[in-house]
């Protein structure tokens, strides 16, 4: 069972629900900035706390130091597979609290971006779109193998820092070429920032979130 924060939305009886994952070593308290910066009055957010403490905040799944873009997973698959797993099934019981798929956004960055793609392209049903932040792939090949029918209906928007000092942009744009080759629409933007989320990339994402719900 993962630790979340339900924040409602401005606008009562709204649907509409933007799942939002962590970094590593960080929390959900990181991330309550994400309503305001949002201003989306029909929002409603979920703030999720990953399930293994690490120093203080919580991380997603077991990583080596040696790099974070690597040809060997074997460290971290099993884990990655495992929160696949735990947030598929958050996914699910949005769906049974009245939050329609198609009403909803999975959001991350960095460990949270991975667990975005991970989970969202594997995910059965169609979600109102994919964010995800400075973050990277697992196993390209290997998701696009284990991808569901309808990943390749998914709306994708990963951006990236040309000057990440942890997650090498040329690295990942490779794989989310990858991706792309196997028919994942994914739009990809690279900004001029090491590993955060500068307000313009904010700005740019809410702009994203607004096209992928039809007009109220």
């Known amino acids: 069972m993962l630790e979340t924060k339900f924040i409602p939305a401005q606008e009562r009886d709204s649907k509409r629900l933007m799942v939002v994952l962590h970094g ?25 706390n990953a399930p293994d403490e690490y120093y203080g905040g919580y991380s997603w799944y077991e990583i080596l130091m040696t790099g974070a873009v690597s040809s ?3 460290h971290s698959g099993p884990t990655v597979r495992r929160s696949v797993k735990l947030l598929s099934g958050l996914l ?9 798929s198609n009403q909803t956004i999975l959001f991350g960055f960095s460990q ?33 193998k284990e991808a ?22 040329f690295a990942v744009k490779e794989q989310i ?15 001029n920032k090491p590993h955060t989320i500068l307000d313009e990339e904010a700005r740019m994402i809410r702009e994203y979130i607004v096209k992928s719900f039809p007009p109220r």
């Open 148 to 169: 569901a029918p309808v990943a390749k209906e998914q709306r994708v928007l990963v951006t990236h820092g040309r000057q990440d000092e942890l997650i090498p942009c």
């Open 24 to 48: 590593l070593g960080d929390s959900m308290a990181g991330y309550a900035w994400v309503p305001q910066a949002m201003q989306l009055g029909w929002m409603n957010y979920l703030l999720v």
């Open 177 to 191: 070429e990858q991706l792309r080759a196997g028919g994942i629409p994914i739009e990809w933007h690279e900004v």
């Open 112 to 144: 949270g971006c991975l667990m975005t793609l991970e989970t969202g392209l594997r995910y059965p049903h169609r979600l109102a779109a994919l964010i995800g932040v400075s973050g990277y792939v697992l196993e390209p090949a290997t998701l696009l």
């Open 92 to 100: 699910d019981a949005q769906r049974d609290a009245g939050f329609p």
């Open 72 to 74: 060997d997973h074997s």
